[in-house]
């Protein structure tokens, strides 16, 4: 398995990373359709969403019918860089939040732990939001 796309996210209100896992290439499968889907997404998100300082989202897919994100959303760390985030998780089910049964892959945990090395390679949120992980090398960690 791997990953097929990396986008990054950037509204007035929401900042984040966004993971095409190939499970989801046939659903996601264009940057214009990620950031759509995300923007609807987030037009019902939980109140918790609110104060994220930014979001690293997992988009696949379990069959046709079924569009799924693991969203990772980052707090605690905007003011405090070099910190340990606190991380909360969801998955959306065809854009509904979800807060039972959140669960990602082993791929997703690799992806999670080497965009939080990445992070801490950085200087402050808008230098780690200028750039995703480079696919090619996650993807031989696969």
């Known amino acids: ?29 264009s940057d214009d359709l990620i950031s759509h889907y995300l923007a609807l997404s987030f037009d019902n998100a939980p109140l918790e969403t609110e104060n994220l300082d930014y979001f690293i989202s997992i988009l696949w897919s379990a069959s046709n019918e079924e569009h799924l994100i693991d969203f990772f959303g980052y707090s605690d760390i905007k003011n405090n860089w070099k910190g340990n985030p606190d991380i909360s998780s969801w998955v959306l089910k ?24 990445f992070r801490r390679k950085t200087k402050n949120i808008e230098e780690y939001m200028k750039t995703t992980l480079d696919l090619e090398k996650l993807n031989k960690l696969l």
Request: hydrophobic content about 30%.
């Open 94 to 117: 065809n854009r509904v939040w979800r807060k039972d049964n959140n669960i990602t892959c082993g791929e997703g945990i690799i992806l999670l732990g080497k965009e939080e090395e």
């Open 1 to 29: 398995m791997s990953f097929t796309n990396a986008k990054i996210y950037n509204s007035i209100a929401k900042k984040g990373k966004a993971y095409t896992h190939n499970s989801g290439q046939r659903f996601f499968n």
